[in-house]
């Protein structure tokens, strides 16, 4: 075992319940952008919408699994890659996608499924994919990481605020659209600052660690990037789809990871390192990709060769 798998952050009970409660709030924020009509989207657009729960849910675990087995990073940093590429989209992708002149309302249904689906999809893949890697059995096997308890904390922290901020938009849209974009932004800083304050409390800790899974982490998001990407390109989905999906599977919610690796993991030193620094790096990544894509309009269906 390698010294970083030993390692456990800084991290308090009450801490704890501070960060379920905060990203709880921050995707209620989120879920109030979701309608009912976003998920009827699948009937205009089916195919682009299956391509992305695909490359999204069931692709990018599987990529990230095979990284694993290649890269042979240490076992918690390995899991770490399989937890964060078995979270639902992350909170600005669709931000990122309008930006870079893709399919908005693509995205926007990728999104919605892939928020609902990852109840079933998050635990799913962590236990199958971290159960295939030999490295990583021994830490769900240590903490019998069971995938029903997983998927009662998933209901939960993701389930039930994505449940209420949809109904909420859908029972008084004049009041969601008066506050999901302060209440976003509000959630967010709130969660930035928990961030911060984690930081700060484990500093030592992430100077030490944080070089050990750069390389890991940006080549598990740029296949993440490609994955969609190319996928859409190989089901014949003209630009503007592509790069719907390609953000859909490249953005990932790492806030949302980094609950699980405290509420099942006790804060795994390579487990949250990973996943604290996907949050850094998949903005940094995205920002960059969907202003490259801003520079280039999407060349229209019948155009392309």
Known sequence: MNEIDAVRLNFSPESLIALD?????????????????????VASAPRGTVIGIVAHSILLPAVAWALTMVLDPSPSIALGMILVASCPS???????????????????????????GSIFFTPFNLAFWGGLNPATRPILQAVALSPWEVLGTVVVLLGVPTVLGIWT??????????????FRWLSIAFFAAFVVGALVANWDFFLRYTHRVVAFVFL??????????????????????????????????????????????????????????????????????????????????????
Request: aromatic fraction near 12%; charge should be positive; glycine fraction near 12%.
């Open 220 to 305: 598990l998001n740029a296949f993440a990037l490609a994955t969609g990407y190319y996928t859409a390109r190989l089901a014949g989905l003209p630009e503007a789809d592509r790069r719907a999906v390609s953000l859909e599977v490249g953005i990932q919610n790492s806030g949302f990871g980094l609950a699980l690796v405290f509420n099942f993991f006790g804060g795994l030193g390579g487990m949250a390192v990973v996943a604290a620094w996907w949050g850094i790096w998949h903005l940094i990544a995205g920002i960059t990709v969907s202003t490259w894509w801003r520079r280039r309009p999407p060349v229209a269906a019948g155009a392309m060769a």
């Open 21 to 41: 409660v905060i990203l709880a709030l921050v995707l209620y924020g989120v879920a109030l952008d979701i309608r009912l009509a976003d998920f009827k989207g």
């Open 90 to 116: 992350g909170n600005i992708s669709n931000f990122l996608v309008n930006y870079a002149r893709g399919n908005t309302a693509l995205s926007v249904t990728i999104a919605a499924f892939s928020m609902s």
């Open 169 to 182: 938009a859908h029972r008084w849209p004049g009041f969601a659209a008066r506050v999901r974009r302060p």
